[in-house]
């Protein structure tokens, strides 16, 4: 079946410094390719997807390439914030479910 | 933005006793999910529910467990007998499609909180 591998956390940053989590996949076809973001207290919201190979998602100065070659689809970001401190989730592709790993926490200090 | 609306927020619940946690998908969508989430650990899929029936569920869902689509808004989550490892804060889901490029992304409610004592 589909799955993801997504690298642990948590990830500890200072403000304004360059984010990477990674995220490798397997799947049949070509499915979309989801990043979730759990802010403290709240539930899961979408924060970026991509729907084809090559497709970059893009969201709140987040980005995620869908590269078939290497099937990954790391998140990125230039310029971390105090408030992008929380948990993202690497969604993996499924036609009844998206199931979700643990997560990486990044923690952003001022 | 249309939204997933959960209630109750907190639940306070005595080991054995029955809980109801209720949810208010997205107007137009089709498919209908919960997740739990313990502590500290990963979001867990219990169950997915599409045209009135359950179509996907996991090993945790077991008997204790079931849901219900009372009327046309109404999606419910219930514990027949909780237990003290039910304690998790349980999420609610819906989509527009599944397996449909873009389709199938997930609107999450806020999630009710349940405690066990």
């Known amino acids: 079946g589909n799955s993801v591998t997504q690298m642990e956390g948590p990830v500890t940053l200072s403000e304004e410094a360059f984010l990477t989590i990674n995220c490798t996949y397997t799947?049949?076809?070509?499915?979309?390719l989801f990043w979730y973001v759990q802010y403290p207290g709240e539930g899961l919201q979408l924060l970026l997807k991509a729907t084809k190979a090559d497709d970059k998602g893009s969201n709140k100065g987040f980005e995620a390439t869908y590269r078939k070659e290497t099937t990954s689809f790391h998140l990125e970001k230039g310029s971390v914030q105090v408030s992008d401190s929380a948990v993202y989730f690497c969604a993996p592709p499924g036609f009844q479910k998206l199931v979700f790993g643990t997560g990486t926490r990044l923690l952003v200090s001022p | 933005e249309p939204e997933v609306t959960q209630t109750p927020s907190h639940q306070v619940t005595q080991m054995g006793q029955e809980v109801i946690l209720r949810c208010v998908p997205i107007s137009n969508h089709l498919y209908f999910y919960w997740y739990r989430q313990i502590l500290g650990q990963k979001v867990e899929f219990l169950v997915s529910f599409y045209n009135n029936e359950i179509s996907e569920k996991s090993e945790i869902f077991d008997d204790q467990f079931s849901v219900e689509r009372p009327d046309g808004s109404n999606f419910t989550l219930k514990i027949r007998s909780t237990k003290l490892e039910d304690s998790a804060m349980y999420f609610c889901a819906s989509s527009y499609g599944q397996g449909v490029a873009g389709a199938n992304v997930l609107t999450f409610g806020a999630g009710s909180r349940l405690t066990v004592l």
């Open positions: 799947a049949t076809g070509y499915p979309s």
